[in-house]
């Protein structure tokens, strides 16, 4: 079954953070320490951040339901570097990985970013996250860049960054 993708909307949020949560759990045990998961899901989960998000213009979040359930979500938002968009955010709750949800909402993003004129999608991975980095490698992404960035409270993001073409 193909998920159902819908905007996120205001309300929402507590919802997408609940799942948030859920899903950094499992995606991130064995990669970072649960002090960061925290940390991180402090940051950018809470619901003044997403109201702020949600409102705010060249930002987009998508939710994928499949049989009436929210499982998936992402976002992307113009990075204000000609011609790109960056992937920010893409979950899918363990039980529906390797489904095609993440795909569709990939296709979301992308669609999102022709729209704006868009003909590069950016996002960062954990290096440490093989699994990601095989998934997006799967859907034409390829490494650009090497970064280590202090996100405060004493944490680093160890990324890459990773690019590909959704030129016409």
């Known amino acids: 079954m193909s998920p159902d993708i819908q905007p996120v ?13 859920e899903i950094w759990q499992s995606a991130y045990a064995g990669i970072i320490t649960q002090a ?13 951040r997403l109201f702020e998000e949600l409102g705010k ?3 987009w979040w998508d939710q994928a339901f499949v049989n009436g359930a929210r499982v998936a979500f992402s976002s992307g938002y113009l990075t204000g ?20 949800i993440g795909g569709a909402l990939i296709d979301g993003v992308i669609a999102h ?14 290096k440490q996250n093989a699994k990601a ?12 860049e090497s970064v280590r960035v ?7 993001m160890d990324d890459f960054i990773m690019a590909r073409s959704i030129a016409q």
């Open 9 to 21: 909307r205001p309300v929402d949020v507590e919802s997408i953070a609940a799942l948030a949560r």
């Open 36 to 48: 960061q998961i925290d940390y991180m899901l402090a940051q950018r989960y809470n619901t003044a």
């Open 57 to 59: 213009s060249g930002y």
């Open 81 to 100: 570097v000609p011609g790109e968009i960056k992937l920010d955010k893409v979950y899918v709750h363990p039980v529906h990985q390797r489904s095609g």
């Open 113 to 126: 970013g022709r729209e704006s004129g868009c003909d590069t999608l950016i996002l960062a991975v954990n």
């Open 133 to 144: 980095i095989g998934a997006y490698e799967k859907r034409g992404f390829v490494v650009r």
């Open 150 to 156: 202090d996100i405060g409270g004493g944490f680093v």
